[in-house]
């Protein structure tokens, strides 16, 4: 199934978050884990690149893929990348005070995405945040990016790492740039969503 995307609008505090009523899915990561470029792949480079534009990235972004008949079939929201702040109490240190609250009471969010760099060691920060988002009660898919820079070999080697330092089962590889794992995305976003490919 093909969707047309749309962007809705960028949100910075909670009474401006779209109506709820479609299931929702969020993106998570670091900033320049490849957050836009796996929107791009999903949504569209020109409507991926509004989350990009000035004031809008510590912002929450807002799509939504509509079907053949224009209804919204899933709404998807982007995240303000955090890593910045230092090892903090809380994930959401230097973060907007709002994406905390969206996280934990956004009741048709339906899936966090969180994104985390193939090419490094598993990083504290994403650790909490995966923590956080277990201790709240959401579902969660960890996706490994940029996994077309590895070798065979480093592959094995860094998901492994990635597993065990971040306490997963699963980690979805995914590229970008080949397009390597986004079926397998898709996947689980369609199980928890109802949404098709
Ligand atoms: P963001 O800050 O999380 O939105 O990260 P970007 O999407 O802007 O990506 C950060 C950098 O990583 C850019 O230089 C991208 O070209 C690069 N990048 C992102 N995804 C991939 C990928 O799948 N493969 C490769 N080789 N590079 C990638």
Do not use: H
């Not at 949100?11 to 299931?23: D, H, I, N, R, V």
């Not at 534009?53 to 709404?75: H, M, S, V, W, Y």
């Not at 973060?95 to 899936?111: D, G, M, N, V």
């Amino acid at each position: 199934m093909r969707y047309t995307t749309q962007f809705l609008l960028s949100a910075m505090a909670p009474e401006q978050f779209p109506a709820p009523g479609t299931p929702e899915i969020a993106f998570l990561g670091r900033s320049n884990v490849g957050k836009s470029s796996l929107l791009n792949t999903i949504v569209g480079e020109k409507a991926a690149k509004v989350s990009s534009t000035p004031g809008r990235t510590r912002a929450i972004n807002f799509f939504a893929l509509l079907d053949e008949k224009q209804r919204r079939k899933l709404l998807l929201a982007d995240l303000p990348g955090y890593g910045y702040a230092k090892i903090s109490k809380s994930i959401s240190a230097g973060w907007p005070a709002f994406i905390e609250p969206y996280l934990q009471i956004r009741s048709t969010l339906k899936l966090c995405i969180c994104l985390v760099d193939s090419n490094i060691p598993p990083q504290e920060s994403d650790l909490q945040l995966i923590d956080w988002l277990r201790a709240a009660g959401r579902e969660i898919a960890v996706v490994a990016t940029k996994i077309d820079r590895l070798s065979g070999n480093e592959r094995t080697r860094n998901m492994l790492a990635l597993r065990k330092g971040l306490e997963l089962e699963e980690i979805i590889p995914i590229s970008a740039k080949t397009g390597y794992g986004i079926n397998k995305l898709w996947a689980r976003i369609e199980a928890v969503s109802g949404a098709e490919e």
